[in-house]
Every structure is written in structure tokens, then in C-alpha cells.
């Protein structure tokens, strides 16, 4: 069975241009989780989505916006690139959005902005 | 709100010996407690996670982790490492209770080292 997947595995932009990162999640999955991983800030929690609806979001500015598509793949738009936006992104999807259904992590992007 | 403390950035430690990888939380309610691990150029994948019931919970590769709820603390141990065991570990809490995933707080880390 496949696993998450997600591209591209390297972005590279610069201050002010946007980004789009997507994922795939595993087959039969219909929640999709979003997250940051900042050199020394750990993870932390973007957007989560199930049944193609945006069902909440971390704390971040609304120029971090996504979707899901009718098929669970979802992707993740970052507008107005800012440097601290250079971090590893992590895609997770899990049979329903509960606590006790466990996510399964894709190997993220890596989103450099210079 | 809930935080999460990982003591130690970086452990490491020499083949074969026992290792514990330290987790502190803190929450005025109750928790549950995960320990993921992240091996290198990979995603994250959960090692074990502590719901409710036994305090005592272990994974298939040999951790363990208990949940020590006077001492708020979720430390992760393994009697004997191997090299395949390197990677980075993060422990994270949640509010109980909670449906919404995004609930779930991530400590920064601790990266376990093998030497052979």
C-alpha cells in the first residue's frame, strides 16, 4: 500500500512570490493535516482537512490557505513568501480526524525562500 | 493551554547501551500523550501514544514510554539502542477529549545518536 506522498521534495523561491505544495494521501484516508516544521521550532499545526472542507486551523496568517480536492489529495498555497516561511512542510492524512485514528506523515517539502 | 518540554536536544549514546529520551507537559486538564519518531529524509511516524488505561505503553521496536501524571512527564526508554534507532523523536500532548487532531502540541525534539 502506498503512502503518503507529496511534491515536489525541494522548492526554492523568493520573498513576495507564492508557493503551491501538494499531497496524496493514503488510500481510503479522507483527512489531510498540514504542518510546519521550523529549524528549532518543532511542528507545528497548519490546516486540517476532512471531506473536502477546511475543519481548522493553526495559527497562522490567512496568506497560508489550501484545499481538498474531491479525491482527499490536498495542497497547500503560501502567499507573499517571507523568509522565516523556509521550513519543512508535512503532510499527514488518517482514516477519520480523531485523536485515536493515527496519522501517517509523508517525507515533506522543503520550501526555501531566499 | 497545553505546552510540551523536551530536556534534551541532542542524546547520544553508544550502541547496545539504554537510553531515555525525557518529555515534560503541562495542562490544567486531562492529556494524551504521543511519541513520534522521524528517521532521516522521512516523514514522521508515530512510535506509541498513551489514550487511556495502562500508564505502561509500548511500541514494536522495543520503547516504552510511561505517563506519569504526578510528575507530568512522558519519558521514552529503550533498555538496549541499536543503530537503526537513530532518528529524531518528538513527544507531543493533547487535550483528552479533544476529535480535532489539530489540537495536538509538538515538543522540538530530541535527536538520538547511535556510536557503534
Known amino acids: 500500500e502506498a503512502g503518503v506522498t507529496q511534491s515536489p521534495t525541494h522548492l526554492i523561491k523568493t520573498r513576495g512570490q507564492q508557493a503551491t505544495l501538494r499531497c496524496s494521501p493514503i488510500?481510503?484516508?479522507?483527512?489531510v493535516y498540514w504542518y510546519q516544521q521550523a529549524l528549532g521550532l518543532g511542528l507545528q499545526f497548519l490546516l486540517w482537512?476532512?471531506?473536502?472542507?477546511?475543519?481548522n486551523r493553526g495559527n497562522f496568517p490567512p496568506r497560508f490557505s489550501g484545499r481538498q480536492f474531491p479525491n482527499y489529495s490536498s495542497e497547500l498555497n503560501v502567499n507573499a513568501l517571507e523568509l522565516e516561511d523556509s521550513a519543512l512542510y508535512l503532510c499527514a492524512s488518517s482514516l477519520a480526524g480523531t485523536l485515536a485514528d493515527t496519522q501517517y506523515f509523508g517525507p515533506g517539502t522543503r520550501l526555501t525562500v531566499l | 493551554a497545553q505546552s510540551v518540554t523536551q530536556l534534551d536536544s541532542q542524546v547520544p549514546v553508544f550502541e547496545e547501551a539504554p537510553v531515555e529520551l525525557r518529555c515534560n507537559y503541562s495542562?490544567?486538564?486531562?492529556?494524551?500523550l504521543f511519541w513520534y519518531v522521524q528517521y532521516p529524509n522521512q516523514g514522521l511516524q508515530l512510535l506509541l501514544k498513551y489514550l487511556s488505561g495502562s500508564t505502561l505503553v509500548e511500541s514494536i521496536n522495543g520503547f516504552e514510554a510511561e505517563f506519569n501524571k504526578s510528575q507530568t512527564s512522558f519519558h521514552l526508554r529503550k533498555p538496549s539502542v541499536h543503530i537503526s534507532d537513530t532518528a529524531e523523536y518528538f513527544c507531543?500532548?493533547?487535550?483528552?477529549?479533544?476529535?480535532?487532531?489539530?489540537?495536538?502540541?509538538f515538543g522540538s525534539g530530541t535527536r538520538l545518536s547511535i556510536r557503534p
Open positions: 488510500s481510503g484516508h479522507t483527512s
Open positions: 482537512y476532512d471531506e473536502g472542507e477546511e475543519r
Open positions: 495542562s490544567s486538564v486531562s492529556v494524551y
Open positions: 507531543a500532548v493533547s487535550e483528552s477529549g479533544y476529535s480535532s487532531a489539530s489540537k495536538i502540541i
